[in-house]
């Protein structure tokens, strides 16, 4: 038997934790982890964030991020324990044996450098290749990745090429020196899902042509279940279980897994359109100081109680209609009907009324509040600002605020930094419900957080959408929450509607070519989704 | 048009509106002072009319508005005038005095500019052990120190025990390039400690908060050793900020090198101030005071340009 490429055993990783008012102490974040990777081989390591996947994926380059250290264990590569190499073997290691694809490609490319030099560097500092060997190898990598002018694309700057071709730039910069492993750190997690689906094409690709290890690294397992062989499932630092790709996905042993799999539990009846509370119509917009309209005749309606979802990628104009409807953007032409009064364009002028009606929950929760304010004073305010209210009534209703979404006793007093990404949430939540709204615009309110956390989070607002009778103008690029929460929904490309009606219809063939796109390019947790979807587009451009 | 071209363009422009503001600004200042230079020369024992006499001649007896814009298109032809105490033309005067400060300020610069940045690598490279806390602590107590006082200490060492300098740091033309560096290395030393440690710390922290970003990890995961990441990766990024202060620390090698000069009697712009001051030679202050502001406008231009030229976004548009 051959030993394999990777071999980690018992592996424990460290770090020293700074927490505010305490003295610093270590912790443990990976507690004794066991796995192989043999060559050639695709090893999936999943988990919610903070399960230690990708400290386990960097320390099999020895390296850990920030003050993270590997306290014990070992890392053999092609035989040899990279923690207890000296730092000069480790060097001739990384870059060369074992290489690296981060999540943010814009990030991790230097801004100041071209790309051919970035993508050669490694292979030629390493004494891998010649530097015009390099060169030719990435050429021949970028055609291999769909580049777009592979022979040239190398002299551009980073910031000259769009978000999915840099992660495919990043792609080639960990295959060009030719290494044994490839650690992908959720490459395709911060591109747009029809992005998403031709850079994990053409990963998967090239993983397979140059027979190249990889550890595949997500939250998604429906992603990682097209390209791995093998599936890890952490949770807090442990696995909880190890399996082939399609035992994990088809019959998970662990109950954590099956709560993975299963994701997405909610249904959710949809309701018929009454009387709107919101009506958007023929919004146009363009921003201050440039010459091109983000938003185009922008109509939709919104029913009291119910949800309109907004979908569509980065840049197709949803969170630019959220600033139009609450006044931060005043639309250029067009008119937005709320309640039945005609709201005012700008911000500034609209009644206090107005502006109570109307509440917002943003993505990241931690910027939306004041760190340096307790729980019960972030809800406090609005009860105050809007009702007046003091003291024992006051404190009264925050408790009921905090009882609604399920936090109870003893939040009132704590800050934001000692909460969860989740609780955070709801606190926010709590602070648009304290001013009775009638509609909360969410934008990207569970993008942020990990799938079991944003299913209670849309659980929670399904049901204080019941008790309150509040409308939800829901914005997300996400189909999977569209599906379980709208009532009807909006689908925005390069600042129009693009398809407008009820879940029902709009979710219904035959679709446009744009919205067809999008849902067909939503991962499904089954094995060999990914060739169906290619194959199936290049019959469709065949045929065309 | 290249925007980099139209970013250029309105740097200059908006130096060229500075500078006349600055010569408004010094003109007026000299104005509000009590007396003028008819005053001046005759003393305090001149009639009043005397002094009536004495600036119609000179001219005083004009409008300010009108004296200011004489004063204006003269500078702008290179007239400078004339000192009121010898009568001489400031121009030629200035122009040997300004040789004179650049020529110390310029091998202060090649001295202090690359020691800077090299100290700054290295602080970050040992960050928080002892390199770091050497360099820190050494630079920053040389900045604490009064240059004047620096100046007395190293004069005292170098020059009156050990002989290895002189404390005059008297220069003439003829003179070897070797004997003119001997005769300058004790203000050069002075000048070099005053703007060492500002340089130094600002290259470190402009260095350290690139050091922070995802691409330096990718640098390290390439297997590249500390020092090529941060020469290679980091500095590029860190040249805006580094080249500001750095043109700062220039401006303030040639505009504030009065002290040193008089410590070690040197004939330079700064000599020339303040013996005009002393004087009260007002056409030699404003001379001095515009050309001061000169070079403060343009060594920021050049940071400016600069730090536009190292934005890879600015150079290589979509």
Same mark, same amino acid.
């Given at each position: 038997m051959t030993t394999p490429l990777l071999q980690v055993r018992g592996l424990k990783i460290g770090a020293t934790v700074y927490p505010p008012g305490e003295k610093p102490h270590d912790i443990e974040i990976v507690h004794g982890v066991d796995f192989d990777v043999e060559a050639g081989k695709v090893l999936g390591l999943i988990g919610e964030s903070g399960a230690g996947k990708s400290t386990i994926g960097l320390a099999s380059m020895a390296y850990g991020r *920030? $003050?993270?250290? /590997?306290?014990?264990g070992e890392v053999m590569v092609n035989g040899r324990d990279v923690l207890q190499s000296s730092l000069r073997d480790i060097r001739r290691l990384r870059g060369a044996e074992v290489t690296y694809v981060s999540q943010s490609a814009a990030a991790s490319?230097?801004?100041?450098?071209?790309i051919m030099e970035q993508v050669i560097e490694a292979a030629v500092l390493q004494g891998k290749f010649s530097r015009s060997d390099a060169e030719d190898r990435a050429r021949a990598l970028f055609e291999k990745l769909g580049l777009p002018d592979p022979d040239s694309? $190398?002299?551009?700057?980073?910031?000259?090429? #769009?978000g999915g071709q840099l992660q495919r730039c990043m792609t080639a910069l960990a295959l060009c020196p030719e290494p044994d492993l490839v650690v992908f750190d959720e490459?395709?997690?911060?591109? =747009?899902v029809t992005t998403q689906i031709d850079v994990l094409k053409a990963i998967k690709d090239a993983i397979r042509d140059t027979g190249v290890a990889a550890l595949y690294i997500t939250h998604d397992l429906a992603v990682v279940a097209q390209v791995a062989d093998h599936i890890m499932v952490l949770r807090q630092g442990e696995m909880v279980e190890y399996g082939t790709t399609d035992q994990i996905i088809n019959?998970? !042993? &662990?109950e954590y897994t099956q709560a993975l799999v299963s994701v997405r539990s909610i249904t959710h009846e949809e309701k018929q359109p009454t009387e709107p509370v919101l009506r958007v119509e023929n919004i146009t917009a363009r921003y201050a $100081?440039?010459?091109? +309209?983000?938003?185009? +005749?922008v109509s939709v309606d919104l029913s009291p109680g119910q949800t309109l979802a907004v979908v569509g990628e980065s840049g197709s104009g949803k969170s630019t209609l959220a600033r139009v409807i609450t006044g931060l953007l005043p639309p250029g032409d067009g008119t937005i009907t709320f309640a039945g009064r005609r709201l005012?364009? =700008?911000?500034?002028? !609209?009644s206090l009324e107005d502006l109570r009606e109307l509440q917002m929950i943003y993505q990241m929760a931690d910027t939306a509040?004041?760190? !340096?304010?307790t729980v019960g004073t972030i809800i406090g305010r609005p009860l105050e600002f809007y009702f007046g209210l003091k003291g024992k009534e006051k404190q009264e209703r925050i408790q009921e605020l905090l009882d609604e979404i399920e936090?109870?006793? *003893?939040?009132? =007093? !704590?800050?934001?930094?000692? %909460? #969860?990404g989740g609780q955070k949430q709801r606190v926010c939540i709590a602070r648009a419900l304290a001013a009775k709204p009638k509609l909360i615009i969410c934008d990207?309110?569970?993008?942020? %957080?990990d799938p079991l956390v944003a299913d209670g989070i849309l659980k929670l607002l399904l049901n204080l959408q019941k008790v309150e009778d509040v409308a939800y103008l829901f914005i997300t690029h996400d189909l999977a929450t569209v599906r379980a929460i709208a009532d009807s929904i909006a689908v925005m490309y390069q600042g129009r509607v693009q398809r407008y009606g009820s879940k029902s219809e709009v979710l219904t063939?035959?679709? =446009?070519d744009y919205t067809d796109l999008l849902l067909s390019?939503?991962? &499904?947790?089954? %094995?060999g989704w990914l060739e169906e979807v290619i194959a199936h587009r290049k019959m469709e451009s065949a045929g065309n | 048009m290249h925007p980099v071209v139209t970013l250029v363009a309105q740097r200059l422009g908006l130096g060229l509106i500075l500078l006349f503001a600055a010569s408004a600004l010094i003109f007026g200042l000299t104005e509000i002072l009590p007396g003028d230079a008819a005053q001046a020369i005759l *003393?305090?024992?001149?009639?009043p009319e005397n002094l009536a006499n004495l600036r119609a001649e000179m001219g005083l007896d004009r409008p300010a508005f009108t004296r200011y814009f004489e004063w204006l298109g003269g500078i702008m032809t290179g007239d400078l005038g004339n000192a009121l105490?010898?009568? /001489?033309?400031?121009a030629d005067q200035i122009s040997r005095r300004m040789s004179a400060t650049l020529f110390l300020a310029f091998w202060a610069a090649i001295i202090s500019v690359p020691l800077a940045i090299l100290l700054g690598l290295i602080a970050v490279r040992y960050q928080n052990r002892w390199p770091d806390k050497l360099i820190s602590g050494v630079t920053l107590a040389s900045i604490s120190l009064p240059e004047f006082m620096i100046a007395y200490i190293l004069v005292f060492f170098f020059?009156?025990? /050990?002989?290895?300098?002189?404390s005059f740091a008297s220069v003439s033309p003829g003179m070897p390039l070797l004997e003119q560096l001997h005769a300058i290395s004790l203000p050069v030393a002075v000048l070099t400690m005053v703007v060492l440690a500002h340089m130094m710390r600002m290259t470190r922290a402009a260095i350290l908060n690139v050091m922070q970003s995802a691409y330096i990890e990718t640098a390290e995961l390439k297997g590249l050793t500390t020092f090529t990441v941060i020469r290679k990766h980091a500095f590029p990024n860190a040249i805006a900020p580094i080249v500001n202060v750095v043109m700062i620390n220039l401006a303030y090698l040639v505009v504030g090198v009065v002290v040193v000069e008089v410590v070690f009697a040197y004939p330079g712009m700064g000599q020339y101030l303040v013996d005009a001051v002393v004087k009260r030679d007002v056409p030699v202050v404003l001379a001095c005071g515009v050309i001061f502001a000169a070079v403060y406008i343009i060594l920021n231009i050049v940071a400016d340009v600069v730090s536009i030229l190292a934005n890879p976004r600015l150079r290589h548009p979509k």
């Amino acid at each position: 038997m051959t030993t394999p490429l990777l071999q980690v055993r018992g592996l424990k990783i460290g770090a020293t934790v700074y927490p505010p008012g305490e003295k610093p102490h270590d912790i443990e974040i990976v507690h004794g982890v066991d796995f192989d990777v043999e060559a050639g081989k695709v090893l999936g390591l999943i988990g919610e964030s903070g399960a230690g996947k990708s400290t386990i994926g960097l320390a099999s380059m020895a390296y850990g991020r *920030g $003050g993270v250290e /590997l306290t014990g264990g070992e890392v053999m590569v092609n035989g040899r324990d990279v923690l207890q190499s000296s730092l000069r073997d480790i060097r001739r290691l990384r870059g060369a044996e074992v290489t690296y694809v981060s999540q943010s490609a814009a990030a991790s490319f230097n801004p100041a450098k071209r790309i051919m030099e970035q993508v050669i560097e490694a292979a030629v500092l390493q004494g891998k290749f010649s530097r015009s060997d390099a060169e030719d190898r990435a050429r021949a990598l970028f055609e291999k990745l769909g580049l777009p002018d592979p022979d040239s694309i $190398g002299n551009r700057y980073p910031h000259q090429v #769009s978000g999915g071709q840099l992660q495919r730039c990043m792609t080639a910069l960990a295959l060009c020196p030719e290494p044994d492993l490839v650690v992908f750190d959720e490459p395709t997690t911060a591109l =747009d899902v029809t992005t998403q689906i031709d850079v994990l094409k053409a990963i998967k690709d090239a993983i397979r042509d140059t027979g190249v290890a990889a550890l595949y690294i997500t939250h998604d397992l429906a992603v990682v279940a097209q390209v791995a062989d093998h599936i890890m499932v952490l949770r807090q630092g442990e696995m909880v279980e190890y399996g082939t790709t399609d035992q994990i996905i088809n019959a998970p !042993r &662990e109950e954590y897994t099956q709560a993975l799999v299963s994701v997405r539990s909610i249904t959710h009846e949809e309701k018929q359109p009454t009387e709107p509370v919101l009506r958007v119509e023929n919004i146009t917009a363009r921003y201050a $100081g440039t010459k091109f +309209n983000v938003l185009h +005749n922008v109509s939709v309606d919104l029913s009291p109680g119910q949800t309109l979802a907004v979908v569509g990628e980065s840049g197709s104009g949803k969170s630019t209609l959220a600033r139009v409807i609450t006044g931060l953007l005043p639309p250029g032409d067009g008119t937005i009907t709320f309640a039945g009064r005609r709201l005012s364009p =700008d911000q500034p002028s !609209r009644s206090l009324e107005d502006l109570r009606e109307l509440q917002m929950i943003y993505q990241m929760a931690d910027t939306a509040m004041n760190p !340096r304010q307790t729980v019960g004073t972030i809800i406090g305010r609005p009860l105050e600002f809007y009702f007046g209210l003091k003291g024992k009534e006051k404190q009264e209703r925050i408790q009921e605020l905090l009882d609604e979404i399920e936090l109870g006793e *003893g939040f009132q =007093d !704590r800050y934001p930094a000692e %909460l #969860s990404g989740g609780q955070k949430q709801r606190v926010c939540i709590a602070r648009a419900l304290a001013a009775k709204p009638k509609l909360i615009i969410c934008d990207e309110v569970t993008s942020a %957080l990990d799938p079991l956390v944003a299913d209670g989070i849309l659980k929670l607002l399904l049901n204080l959408q019941k008790v309150e009778d509040v409308a939800y103008l829901f914005i997300t690029h996400d189909l999977a929450t569209v599906r379980a929460i709208a009532d009807s929904i909006a689908v925005m490309y390069q600042g129009r509607v693009q398809r407008y009606g009820s879940k029902s219809e709009v979710l219904t063939p035959p679709f =446009d070519d744009y919205t067809d796109l999008l849902l067909s390019s939503v991962p &499904e947790m089954k %094995l060999g989704w990914l060739e169906e979807v290619i194959a199936h587009r290049k019959m469709e451009s065949a045929g065309n | 048009m290249h925007p980099v071209v139209t970013l250029v363009a309105q740097r200059l422009g908006l130096g060229l509106i500075l500078l006349f503001a600055a010569s408004a600004l010094i003109f007026g200042l000299t104005e509000i002072l009590p007396g003028d230079a008819a005053q001046a020369i005759l *003393g305090q024992t001149a009639t009043p009319e005397n002094l009536a006499n004495l600036r119609a001649e000179m001219g005083l007896d004009r409008p300010a508005f009108t004296r200011y814009f004489e004063w204006l298109g003269g500078i702008m032809t290179g007239d400078l005038g004339n000192a009121l105490t010898n009568k /001489l033309p400031i121009a030629d005067q200035i122009s040997r005095r300004m040789s004179a400060t650049l020529f110390l300020a310029f091998w202060a610069a090649i001295i202090s500019v690359p020691l800077a940045i090299l100290l700054g690598l290295i602080a970050v490279r040992y960050q928080n052990r002892w390199p770091d806390k050497l360099i820190s602590g050494v630079t920053l107590a040389s900045i604490s120190l009064p240059e004047f006082m620096i100046a007395y200490i190293l004069v005292f060492f170098f020059a009156v025990k /050990l002989f290895w300098a002189p404390s005059f740091a008297s220069v003439s033309p003829g003179m070897p390039l070797l004997e003119q560096l001997h005769a300058i290395s004790l203000p050069v030393a002075v000048l070099t400690m005053v703007v060492l440690a500002h340089m130094m710390r600002m290259t470190r922290a402009a260095i350290l908060n690139v050091m922070q970003s995802a691409y330096i990890e990718t640098a390290e995961l390439k297997g590249l050793t500390t020092f090529t990441v941060i020469r290679k990766h980091a500095f590029p990024n860190a040249i805006a900020p580094i080249v500001n202060v750095v043109m700062i620390n220039l401006a303030y090698l040639v505009v504030g090198v009065v002290v040193v000069e008089v410590v070690f009697a040197y004939p330079g712009m700064g000599q020339y101030l303040v013996d005009a001051v002393v004087k009260r030679d007002v056409p030699v202050v404003l001379a001095c005071g515009v050309i001061f502001a000169a070079v403060y406008i343009i060594l920021n231009i050049v940071a400016d340009v600069v730090s536009i030229l190292a934005n890879p976004r600015l150079r290589h548009p979509k």
